[in-house]
């Protein structure tokens, strides 16, 4: 197996580009593709204040160091969710990273902020936990970007990620979802300008490239994960994916050129109506946002103080602050 480039031995092949890469080469694709993908849907502009979402996983860390690499303003936000060990570990892995490479983490702890964490906390609101989670994952990524001045919000979804929540879009027909399921969400009505620069890449090579780039990444899958439905169309795609390479590049792309403008009203739709929450600050459609009403319910379940975890936060107040 020879480098497409240098003919050099390679260390990865992409079946979907039909190409080997040494890890020269491959560092050099990887970087190609992010900004392949940034000028393509217009994602960041020369100058910009970029802020990270940093999990601790590969896929934030590779970005946020493909985005340095590439000479980008990029900080980092590190939410800490209060999964016991998980969020120890990643929170460690995110820190580590930062203090590597002199970059500056902003850091929100949910338990020590606002009094919940993610197992008790989408127990009292009865909530599934990834679905409380991400409802104060994006909420809290929202806030800070626009708080504190970014000009853009980053996260590291890649291409399997994108692909499989489409498969599930498209399985249940959530149109309303389809028609914003882009890489880049404009800044608009209280939200920050959203973007992936990872769309054009695969978990897989995501993986590569932080093992090439030495970069300490956590490996462990979230505890909370388990039933999760997103795994099981990801493991679909791989199937499909392994028996016909790039399907996942053709359905994702293709939606985007095809399909997703289709959408575009539904999504509209769906914005109608909305106003600041009288709480917080944030953008809703209903009389308090989902965030608050969370905050509400699951705050007064106290954290379990042995899945707690005690990190400082570095920030000022965020709108969800204000309470
Ligand atoms: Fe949150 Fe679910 Fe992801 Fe765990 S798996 S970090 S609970 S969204
Ligand atoms: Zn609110």
Redesign the pocket.
Known sequence: MKCVTCREPAIIDIRRHNANFCAEHFLEQCRRQVVKAIDEFEMIAPGERALVAV?GGKDSLAVWDLLTELGYDADGLYLG?G?GE?SDVSGRHARDFAAARGLKLLEVDLPERFGYD??TG?RAARR???????L??RHLFDAVAVEEGYDVLVTGHNLDDEAAVLFGNTLHWHTEYLGRQLPVLAERDGFPRKVKPLVRLTEREMAAYCVVRGIDYLVD?????AG?RHLTYKEALNDIEKASPGAKHSFYFGFLARAAERFADEAETDREGLRACPTCGAPTTAETCAFCRLVERAGGARPDPSTATAVPVELGPTRAGAR
């Open positions: 999990s969710l999964i998980y993610i197992p989408a599934a936990p990834c679905s409380a989670c991400g104060s994952k899958e979230c505890p909370m994960a999760n």
